[in-house]
């Protein structure tokens, strides 16, 4: 464990929460301003016609969504090496700071007109996101000492500034980039990190000692540990300019096939070692098991959701009229249906759930996690009938994905908020501190698939997508029955050691009476 120097639980300078929270809202903020606006823009960039106005790449629907799969993937991957070296090397204020730095590099090289430095762009937009967002997080929670209830609603204020500024992302990055050219958009991105870059500069005295230090270890550990990063990341750079001078090239699909077995076997050996080898007592054991359920669960719904950037954009551009009054609209403002539902529903789900828990009505994390399979289930078959439409009239509305994302959003509010609270209250408490890597392992895994599904699905125009979304819609809803099935086991094992408990301390009742006459 880091060293834990909280400020104290009575800073409620920020609407009633650590003053901490200001420099963390707006970095966050900005970062995810720049990430959601420059993802808008990807797959549209690398599809677009390479003459007429604004060129694009011109590759293929299924290489473009492929490379997206593999950039979102990586981007939530590099979470876990870089929450290691936040803990180990740099502590966790330092490794974002580098991490903001090295998005801000990667957006500005984007922004270059050149198609040479596009890979270069995204690795280090890649890189810097591992060391900040899961690094980010962590902050949040240590802003708060331990046992301070505030810390949840502390995490909302922290999703609200994600939405905002993915919001901002949309709406800026996504218009310049359509409509004036896609360098303006990335270089819109990187002025957004460039802002979020110099606040966070300013204001980190506002965060104290909150995560600052890295573990303790004798020095020569971390020297040691210091020289193999610096030869992983030398390793990488050979790696990346072999790649950018064309002396490795690789088929983007193929690609994305085995880095998604690459990161299922991380996972896989990650849940097998905490199952077999960490001592786990029954409970533990039981409990690993409900998140091993969980994380499938939040694997499948990324999947999903992470297709707004690919095919579901794809969609937005072919087959829907973007006509509003005249104006037609970027095809990234789609997008901004899911920041602002998420603005709009989170209180209405807040509100929900408590009103629920009061009627003792509450529903467990899987029955939570099911309903946002259901809804994703539901939104992709409203896609189906989007899609059934546009066979016959080619271009239909735009309320088609405005529904689509909505539910989405309500999937989104069941399923999201709540899943990072469930690996920590679940998890072995000896490695809590691992959980954020594996909520985010989750998220790579939903990404790459996304790219690789969307792909599948445009393979061949509008013939191609329902069967691969029916697919889906399978999958959802076969997964959420599952969730339910553990759900209810789950609840009785609870009532039935609950009764056995009770039965017990009855019986010692009993024979203490008996004894006593
Ligand atoms: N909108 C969320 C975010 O960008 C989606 C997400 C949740 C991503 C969990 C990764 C992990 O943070």
Redo the contacts with the bound molecule.
């Keep these: 464990m880091a060293m834990q120097k909280n400020l104290t639980a009575d800073d409620t300078w920020f609407f009633g929460h650590p003053k901490g929270m200001v420099t963390l809202f707006f970095t966050e903020m900005w970062e995810?301003m720049s990430?959601?606006g420059m993802r808008a823009l990807l797959v549209l960039y690398m599809t677009g016609a390479v003459t007429g106005f604004n060129p694009g790449l011109g590759w293929s629907e299924t290489d473009a969504q492929a490379i997206y799969g593999i950039y979102v993937g990586m981007v939530?991957f590099m979470v876990i090496p870089g929450g290691w070296l936040a803990d180990n090397i740099f502590g966790h204020q330092k490794a974002v700071l580098i991490g903001a730095i090295i998005i801000a590099l990667g957006h500005i090289t984007l922004a270059l007109p050149l198609t040479e430095t596009f890979f270069l762009g995204l690795g280090l937009v890649v890189l810097g996101t591992g060391l900040l967002?899961g690094n980010i997080s962590t902050i949040v929670g240590r802003l708060y000492k331990e046992g301070d209830e505030r810390i949840q609603a502390g995490y909302t204020i922290f999703?609200m500034s994600?939405?905002i500024g993915?919001a901002l992302g949309f709406l800026i990055v996504s218009y310049l980039g359509e409509k004036i050219g896609w360098h303006w958009g990335f270089g819109a991105a990187g002025v957004g990190m460039i802002f979020g870059v110099m606040q966070y500069i300013y204001f980190k005295r506002l965060l104290g000692g909150a995560a600052n230090e890295p573990n303790a270890m004798p020095e020569s550990q971390r020297n040691n540990y210091i020289k193999w990063s610096k030869i992983t990341a030398a390793a990488m750079v050979v790696v990346i300019g072999l790649g950018l001078f064309g002396i490795i090239s690789f088929e983007p699909k193929v690609f994305a096939e085995y880095f998604t077995v690459f990161l299922t076997i991380v996972a896989f050996i990650y849940f097998s070692y905490l199952f077999i080898f960490a001592g786990l007592s029954k409970t533990e054991k039981r409990n690993l098991f409900l998140l091993l359920v969980l994380f499938v669960g939040a694997v499948a719904f990324?999947s999903g959701?992470d297709q707004s950037g690919s095919s579901l954009s794809l969609f937005a551009k072919e087959f829907t009229d973007l006509n509003i009054l005249g104006y037609v609209i970027p095809i990234g403002w789609l997008q901004l249906a899911?920041p602002i539902f998420?603005v709009i529903f989170a209180p209405i789900f807040a509100g929900m759930w408590m009103q629920l828990g009061r009627l003792n009505l509450d529903p467990s994390l899987p029955i939570k996690f099911a309903i946002g399979l259901f809804f994703m289930a539901l939104s992709f078959m409203v896609m189906i009938y989007a899609v059934q439409l546009a066979m016959e009239v080619t271009t239909v509305g735009i309320q088609w994905l405005l529904i689509t994302y909505l539910l989405q959003t309500w999937g989104?509010l069941a399923l999201?908020p709540i899943?990072?609270s469930a690996f920590s209250k679940y998890a072995p408490k000896k490695y809590i501190g691992q959980m954020f890597g594996l909520?985010?392992l989750?998220?790579a895994i939903g990404g790459v698939l996304s790219g690789l599904l969307g792909g599948d699905a445009l393979v061949d125009g509008l013939e191609s997508i329902s069967p691969v979304f029916e697919f889906m819609i399978d999958y959802y809803v076969l997964l959420g029955i599952i969730l339910i099935v553990v759900g209810a086991f789950f609840a009785f094992f609870d009532s039935y050691s609950d009764l056995q408990d009770k039965v017990k301390k009855l019986e010692k009742r009993i024979s203490t009476l008996l004894k006593s006459n």
């Design positions: 995810r990430y959601y939530y967002k999703y994600i939405n993915s990324w959701f899911n998420v989104e999201s899943g990072l909520w985010f989750a998220s």
